[in-house]
């Protein structure tokens, strides 16, 4: 086995192979800019190496740097981990001539997998299923036209260097597809250098659906069943679980068994995913092949029970594999959910900052976190917004699914926007829970974007117990203070008018070793809970079910987090019940003057000059922030007065892009 391994990337993936590297016994190597001087995987491995600044391009995807890191260490081998260097032949081709170990596959298997028009054809040979499309590159408008026909519309164009959910576009109509191809081939040439594009059939309403496989030297090759990875956002995962609720049994295996002879066609050595494309009458199809760990690889360990970093260690240093196909465990439900700094209800902007409290949940045996950042830590805007993932894990789905939620309310996270609102809605989405998914989920769930009131329902009566419940306990903290009371076994009660919104109850509460008894009207709610006054998580059990609430206590309420939401709550003496309304009134800020960079980030262009009349949804400027162009549109018809920034400014938060008249 290898001695020291240096790992070539960052954040929570980083922090996920040193974890295995460490349990082995084998040293580790962080390489890391300058912006993560401070960050967790360089504190965690045994040795770090500063190799430039910010930028990705000057210095994880600096091959150079890397090679130089790794001599200067002396490492045995590296983990690229996703992204950065992962895909990149010449990178692996680097190595192996220093004679350090590439733990992933060869260089063949990568140039080939690394393009969707190669790597189809290969498939085709292999007889694998793919997508409807001959599959070779378009040379212009009227060829694309043809194939497109020839298909039959709708169709996908498809950039054959593309990933990321990048240099795809969907076409219905002969206009479509000529637009299509442009704007296709435009996205591939500057994101990629490589413009070529491909027509295929567009599967509508499908799922995706990918066999994770592993295979040795010897070649061994089996599959470690699938993920479904449905959940998605402009082509970008959200949610992924194992297994699948829509594959039975024998379309499991035989997807498999593709994956298994695709990988043996690229004499494939170490873990990768074969990516599948299915139909609602379950035919599936070849999407891509990614050579590679995946970001979702989690879901696949809780069902099986193996380690994929592990496996990619030994297999790279030599070992074979010690199990066949049918001792591969498939046990269980497995559920991620990725945690981003980005803001839902602000149309998913990247967020950036420290992290003012940063507290994930806890683990045990049913949840999982892989987390690349720590409570003081800083969100930079040069990489992508991923900040964690939550992986549940229970007997089935709904287990798995009701694990996730209140996972999702235990994540305590300030500083930063984050995304734990929008994936509790999701959780909590009749379809979700229905099984009755497809990619095309979110866009149809959500089409002009996610608003607060898409946020998971809330259960008033939950928010009336807690708050009681948290009032009660001050209440007595105040008494013993003031000793009115003495000794701690009693029982504390209170009569209250609670506030939520504009409804308000009245309510009575006895308090008996972490027992509350609320009584609302005719009806008595009961919280079981060992929360401690001023403890943010309040964990319990209301009426025999499990949940978790943030409390923070603000000058007039009580803050409470759930699903994402944040609700003031006032516990008021039946008395000073009639200032509710001058308590609540809130005024909403006017932006009705000006445009404000919604995030610190680059300003790209501006798209209006001053004087000029707009249009509500017209485009007026793009920021740039964590390597994602924001476009930022007028919300009203209105003349530009001023513009207050030019192209290539860097802006901070809420400062003046332009003022309106
Ligand atoms: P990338 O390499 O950019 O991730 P993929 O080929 O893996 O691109 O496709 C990403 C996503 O795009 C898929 O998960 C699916 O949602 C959608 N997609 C790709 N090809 C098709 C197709 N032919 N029909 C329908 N959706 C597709």
Redesign the pocket.
Known sequence: MFKKILIANRGEIACRIMRTAQRMGIKTVAVYSEADANALHVEMADEAVLIGPPSAAESYLDIKKVLAAVAQTGADAVHPGYGFLSENAAFAKALKKAGVAFIGPGTHAITVMGD?IESKKLAVTAGVNT?PGDGGAVKNAAEAVRVAKKIGYPV?L?ASA?????G?RVARNDDECREGLMRAQGEAATAFGDDRVFV????EN?R?IEIQILADGAGNTVYLHERECSI?RR?QKVIEEAPSAFLDPDTRRAMGEQAVVLARAVKYQSAGTV?F?VDGNRNFYF??MNTRLQVEHPVTEKITGLDLVEWMFRIAAGENLPFTQSQIPLQGWAIEARIYAENPLRNFLPSSGRLIRYSPPRQDDTLRVDTGVEEGGEISIHYDPMIAKVISYGANREEATKRMSVALDEFYIRGVAHNIGFLAALMAHPRFIEGRIS?DLIAEEYPDGFHAQDLAPENPKLLVAVASAVHCAYQERAALISGQIAGRTRVVAGDWVVMVGAESSAVSVVMDEGSYRITLGRETLVVETAWKLGEPLFRGHLDGTPFCLQVERTAIAYRLTHGGAETDVLVMHPRAAELQALMLEKTPTDTSKSLLSPMPGLLVSVAVSEGQDIKAGDELAVVEAMKMENVLRSERDATVAAIKAVPGDTLAVDQIIMEFE
């Open positions: 969707k997508v996908m498809k593309g990933g990321g959910g990048k795809m295929e059939k567009y599967i499908p995706h998605q082509h990516e494309i999407l891509e990619t």
